[in-house]
Every structure is written in structure tokens, then in C-alpha cells.
């Protein structure tokens, strides 16, 4: 029997919604939560083209075929949660591409059970080179 992958990030129905159309408008995206002051708290989504990611974050998978990125810090805060990226009425961050959209990007998060906390130890997080 083979155990199965737990999520580190997610998405609503409502994110996934709204990341389809910024990727149909902009092309190829990413997120990157950074945790840094101003809009840094909260997921941004960028052009691929557009931002860097660098050596001090690390790879939290994808939602909606779209990588998600963290710095190295913030995920040791968050290691125990799983993420639940959600879209909800209101002002997306100065750079985030759904800024203009009228809706914003959200981090939600629940607690890792004893089982998926097992999970993960043994699959740890892709840092970024």
C-alpha cells in the first residue's frame, strides 16, 4: 500500500479560479510569500519572467500547475500548517498581478495531523539554488 502525498499548499475553488485567468492574461506565473514587511505577508503572484527566486527559499509545490515559493524563514514558521490559498474581495498586493482584479490572495492554514507531520519529515521541502 502506498501512503499518500500531503499538500503543503492548496487552493480554493475561488483561487484557482482567478489564477486561470491571470495565467490566461499573463502567461506563465508563480507565487512567492515572503513574509517581509507591506504586501510580504501575503502570497504575491508574479510573471515567471519578472521575479527571481533565490537561494534562501524553498519550493512548497504548486496550485493550479502554478509553483509556490517561500522564503527559507517564513517556511520555518509555517512548516507545521498546510497553506490554503483562497481569493476574497479586495486590494491584491501594490505587485501582485490580481491587484487590479478586485480581489486579493489569501493565506489560510491548518494544522498538519501527527500522520501527514510524519509524511513530511520524510519528504522534505526542494530549496531553490
Known sequence: MSEQEVLRVTATPAAIELIGKLKAEHGDVLFH???????????????????MVGGSDVKLGAI??????MTESQY????????????V???????????????RFLTRSRLYSDDENA????????HVS
Open 33 to 51: 510569500q515572503s513574509g517581509g514587511c507591506c504586501d510580504g505577508s501575503a502570497p504575491m503572484c508574479f510573471p515567471v519572467n519578472e521575479f
Open 89 to 103: 474581495p479586495g486590494n491584491g498586493g501594490m505587485f501582485s498581478l490580481e491587484r487590479p482584479s478586485g480581489l
Open 64 to 69: 493550479a500547475g502554478v509553483p509556490f515559493y
Open 76 to 87: 520555518d514558521y509555517w512548516q507545521h500548517t498546510q497553506l490554503i490559498i483562497d481569493a
Open 119 to 126: 509524511w513530511l519529515e520524510r519528504h522534505p521541502v526542494e
